[in-house]
């Protein structure tokens, strides 16, 4: 099952940034949080990943609270095509599969 | 980098027949996952690959799914005496085993509706 809980929708004014938050109450020490999105008819895409300390990237950045039960993933300046399903995944490091819940909906508009 | 390939995009069938995918990795990739998903759903897991050796199953994969990677380079996954409950995307990914951080790069998947 999913380790995490991420609101089912949320909407987001095209040029603004989008704040997706995401609780994982039980992670424990050794555990990722991981970001993908997938848009229609396209495989999940890797967005980002982080331990403990914020992380940025070319897409998006990553803050994860200090007590790690929780992250936001921001796209700083959201466009059309940024509207997609975003997952946010827990993962250790012996890294086998991401098990992927059921993500949420962005609907970027106009 | 071309990325990860799947053949082919959509497959339709009749109740009853065989299916097989193909899924070419990423070139220096040695981790291979297949996984399953369902309208409205996120991916699911079935499997996956170091090198050539099959290291995890999921349960949903029952016994007429079968996944092979031969010469550890580009797996098959093939379903026998399809179901109609087998319609789903089936995607794949691959990553580095360098560590357990790297992350899964997917392909677009195969589409198979059963009929």
């Known amino acids: 099952d999913a380790k995490t809980t991420q609101p089912p929708s949320m909407d987001c004014a095209e040029g603004r940034a989008a704040n997706l938050p995401c609780n994982h109450s039980?992670?424990?020490?050794?555990?990722?949080v991981y970001w993908y999105r997938q848009i229609h008819s396209q495989g999940p895409q890797y967005i980002i990943h982080?331990?403990?300390n914020n992380e940025t990237n070319e897409m998006a950045s990553l803050i994860i609270t200090e007590d790690r039960k929780s992250s936001t993933l921001i796209l700083p300046h959201a466009t059309l095509r940024d509207t997609a399903v975003y997952y946010c995944?827990?993962?250790?490091?012996?890294?086998?599969?991401?098990?992927f819940g059921k993500g949420t909906t962005l609907s970027v508009s106009s | 980098d071309t990325g990860v390939s799947q053949n082919p995009r959509h497959k339709i069938t009749k109740r009853g027949q065989n299916v097989t995918f193909r899924c070419d990795p990423i070139?220096?990739?040695?981790?291979l996952y297949w996984y399953r998903q369902t309208l409205g759903q996120g991916p699911e897991f079935l499997t996956y690959?170091?090198?050539?050796?099959?290291?995890?199953k999921s349960r949903l994969l029952s016994d007429r799914f079968s996944a092979e990677r031969p010469k550890g380079s580009f797996s098959t996954l093939e379903i026998q005496r399809t179901e109609q409950g087998d319609s789903a995307m089936y995607l794949c990914?691959?990553?580095?085993?360098?560590?357990?951080?790297?992350?899964?790069?997917f392909g677009n998947g195969t589409r198979l509706t059963v009929t």
């Open positions: 990914a691959s990553s580095l085993a360098n560590s357990g951080v790297s992350p899964l790069h």
């Open positions: 039980t992670i424990s020490g050794n555990e990722y």
């Open positions: 982080g331990l403990k």
């Open positions: 995944i827990v993962r250790d490091q012996a890294g086998t599969a991401l098990i």
């Open positions: 070139s220096e990739h040695n981790r």
């Open positions: 690959f170091q090198n050539e050796a099959q290291l995890e």
